[in-house]
């Protein structure tokens, strides 16, 4: 497995670093058996250390976890545990997955944007309606089922996911809703 351990303003010293690949190492191979990379983040907020940490699975699948703590020790093992958790809450669903797909998940290229948001000034009217656009880079749109949809966006802790449906072959999206169940857009293809 591939590890990227960095810092945002702070140092990773090398004692940090193999704490890291050993601790993570661990945990991921007894409840993924066939992880790529992982991307581990270190941060300061205030007084306390954030550890964000995102792991790829060669089927596709990702899992994100984050924790805060006042030292950044406490922090990585505050943030392995919830991964720990969140795999072992998906064993059995990830076995299927890998029982079910012999092939890795397909992925489909498009353009990702981050536009900017504006400060309403009271009583003035926008120049334009055009948003500014911030960024602009590539993403990669999976080809899953809507089960493994599901998976992948709780897995992600993302509130949405855009995929391509393997079953009907167009672009659907999950989102979890207010109320805390699941939401599923499937558009109708007019012919």
């Known amino acids: 497995m591939r590890y990227q351990i960095s810092g945002k303003q702070i140092d990773i010293g090398t004692a940090l670093q193999t704490h890291v690949e050993t601790e993570l190492n661990e945990v991921v191979k007894k409840y993924a058996e066939r992880p790529t990379d992982a991307n581990v983040v270190f941060s300061r907020s205030a007084h306390e250390y954030v550890c964000e940490a ?3 699975l060669s089927t596709g699948l990702t899992t ?5 703590a006042p030292e950044i020790y406490a922090a990585f093992d505050a943030c392995s545990e919830k991964m720990e958790t969140q795999l072992r809450r ?3 669903r990830l076995k299927d997955h890998h029982r079910d797909r012999t092939e890795p998940v397909e992925l489909f290229g498009a353009s990702s944007y981050i536009l ?7 009583g003035s009217e926008p120049e334009t309606l055009q948003p500014i656009i911030v ?5 990669a ?6 089960g493994e949809a599901v998976m992948q966006m709780e897995l992600a802790g ?11 072959n167009g672009l659907n999206v999950v989102y979890r809703r207010d109320d805390g169940n699941i939401g599923w857009i ?3 293809i007019a012919t």
């Open 90 to 92: 998906y064993k059995r």
């Open 54 to 56: 995102t792991v790829h």
């Open 116 to 122: 900017a948001a504006e400060e309403p000034s009271e």
């Open 186 to 188: 499937d558009p109708q």
């Open 135 to 139: 960024a602009e880079m590539e993403t």
């Open 64 to 68: 994100s976890a984050k924790a805060r």
């Open 141 to 146: 749109i999976p080809a899953l089922s809507v």
């Open 158 to 168: 993302a509130p949405v996911l855009v995929f391509r449906n393997e079953g009907k």
